[in-house]
């Protein structure tokens, strides 16, 4: 009986330990920092990560894709209205697991993301795709010939990188990390 108490006591407490919000995760990556302050700055926007199932992926924008859309559109992320901002969260969850290992199929993955709303549901080329998902959807392509590529910072640290293109054919860079948090994992993205 004391065995059995330790050992679900031991696990109770690893539990404990190995949970963490995706606040408390990407805050261990400095490349991350801004997406960190946004959800911290704007806790109605944690709430986008509460409806997720333990299969999720975030693709956690990183500060270079903060930086980017400033660049682009002239003001920062933090401007626009919070409901757009949570949709794009939405865009960013997918409704599945991916993970390093899987970016290496030659032919590439279309997956749902938790974005529904009719009106952004432009799947693109991926239209008649096998994609369980009511909402728009993503492809998540290795490098031609079905290996992930190692570039720049990303190869010294051993990072691998994939192309992740929204079916409106907007095309970033995924940095796979295959970072833990409370609802599944999450990589990160430059755009």
């Known amino acids: 009986m004391m065995k059995l108490y330790f050992l679900l006591s031991f696990l109770s407490v690893l539990h404990t330990c190995a949970s963490q919000s995706l606040i408390e995760a990407t805050s261990s990556y400095p490349n991350l920092s801004n997406f960190t302050s946004?959800?911290?700055?704007?806790?109605?926007?944690?709430?986008?990560?509460?409806?997720?199932?333990?299969?999720?992926?975030?693709?956690v924008p990183s500060n270079a894709a903060f930086l980017d859309f400033q660049?682009?559109?002239?003001?920062?992320?933090?401007?626009?209205?919070?409901?757009?901002?949570?949709?794009?969260?939405?865009?960013?969850?997918?409704?599945?697991?991916?993970?390093?290992?899987?970016?290496?199929?030659?032919?590439?993955?279309?997956?749902?993301?938790?974005?529904?709303?009719?009106?952004?549901?432009?799947?693109?080329?991926?239209?008649?795709?096998?994609?369980?998902?009511?909402?728009?959807?993503?492809?998540?392509?290795?490098?031609?010939?079905?290996?992930?590529?190692?570039?720049?910072?990303?190869?010294?640290?051993?990072v691998a990188t994939a192309a992740v293109t929204s079916g409106g054919g907007a095309i970033a860079r995924l940095n796979a990390v295959d970072g833990v948090w409370d609802g599944g994992i999450f990589q990160v993205v430059d755009q």
């Open 38 to 59: 946004l959800l911290r700055n704007y806790p109605v926007l944690s709430a986008t990560f509460l409806n997720v199932t333990r299969d999720a992926t975030i693709l």
């Open 71 to 158: 660049h682009r559109f002239g003001h920062s992320i933090e401007t626009l209205d919070s409901k757009l901002i949570e949709r794009i969260l939405q865009y960013h969850t997918l409704n599945a697991t991916v993970k390093a290992q899987d970016m290496t199929k030659p032919a590439g993955a279309v997956v749902g993301s938790q974005l529904v709303d009719k009106m952004y549901n432009d799947r693109g080329k991926w239209a008649e795709s096998n994609a369980k998902s009511p909402g728009q959807v993503v492809y998540i392509s290795a490098s031609a010939g079905g290996t992930l590529k190692r570039r720049g910072l990303a190869a010294r640290e051993g």
